[in-house]
C-alpha cells in the first residue's frame, strides 16, 4: 500500500475560515485514498497565493516525503500545488522522479509513464490558456484606452475621469505641447522641467514637475 501525504491549499482567509474549499477537499482526498487503497498518513492545509512554491505548507509536505514518512503527494487537482507550467514541471524534476504525484480532478498518477505523460500535457494546456486570456485582456484594455475609456489606476496626466471616461484637461495638455515643443528644441528634461516651473505650471499636488514627469509626457 502506498503512503501518501495530502496537500490542501485555499487562496483566501474566507475559504480558510469558513471551511467550505478545504471540508470539500479534504473529502476528495480520502475518497481518492481508498478507491485506490492508499494510505494517507497526513493532511497538510494551509491558505495564501499559488504564485509562489516557498509557502510553508507545500515546503513541509515536500521535505516529508523525502524523510521516508510517505510515498505520494495528493491534491484535489494540479493548481493546488502551483499555477505555473514552470514551477510545476520544477516540483516534477525535484521531487517527482522519485516521489508519486497524484491528482484526483486530473485522474494523474505519476507511478506510472502514461501518467507522467499526461501531466506534462495538461500542464502545458493550462498554461497556454493562461496566456490566451492574457492576450485577450491586454488587447480589451487596450481598445478600452483607445476609446478612452477608464481601465482603473491613476488618470494619466493631462486627463481627467469624467463619468469612467477621460476626458482632456485643457491646462494639462497645455503642459505637454509646451514639453513637446521644448523637446523638439533640443533642451533636456531637466531643462524644460525648470522652464515649465517658471511659467507656473506645477504637478498635480502643487509641486514642481520633476524631470522623470516630464520624460513622461514626452514618450
Not at 524523510?67 to 514551477?87: C, F, M, N, P, Q
Request: hydrophobic content about 40%.
Amino acid at each position: 500500500m502506498t503512503k501518501a501525504i495530502g496537500y490542501i491549499r485555499v487562496s483566501t482567509e474566507k475559504q480558510a475560515d469558513h471551511g467550505v474549499s478545504i471540508e470539500a477537499q479534504t473529502e476528495k482526498l480520502k475518497a481518492y485514498a481508498m478507491l485506490y487503497d492508499i494510505d494517507l498518513v497526513d493532511l497538510v492545509i494551509e491558505q495564501g497565493s499559488a504564485k509562489c512554491l516557498q509557502r510553508e505548507g507545500l515546503q513541509s509536505a515536500l521535505s516529508r516525503l523525502e524523510a521516508g514518512e510517505a510515498e505520494a503527494l495528493i491534491v484535489v487537482k494540479l493548481d493546488r500545488l502551483t499555477r505555473s507550467v514552470a514551477d510545476l514541471g520544477k516540483l516534477v524534476d525535484t521531487y517527482f522522479q522519485n516521489f508519486a504525484l497524484l491528482s484526483v480532478g486530473e485522474q494523474i498518477d505519476t507511478r506510472s509513464a502514461a501518467g507522467r505523460l499526461v501531466l506534462n500535457v495538461l500542464a502545458s494546456v493550462s498554461q497556454w490558456e493562461r496566456e490566451v486570456i492574457g492576450e485577450r485582456t491586454s488587447a480589451a484594455m487596450q481598445h478600452m484606452r483607445n476609446q478612452n475609456q477608464y481601465t482603473g489606476g491613476k488618470p494619466p496626466y493631462g486627463y481627467d475621469l469624467v463619468d469612467g471616461e477621460l476626458i482632456e484637461n485643457e491646462n494639462e495638455q497645455q503642459v505637454i505641447k509646451l514639453v513637446a515643443k521644448y523637446k523638439s528644441a533640443g533642451l533636456s528634461y531637466r531643462k524644460i522641467a525648470a522652464v515649465i516651473d517658471e511659467a507656473g505650471h506645477k504637478s498635480r499636488t502643487g509641486k514642481q514637475l520633476s524631470a522623470m514627469s516630464v520624460s513622461r509626457m514626452a514618450a
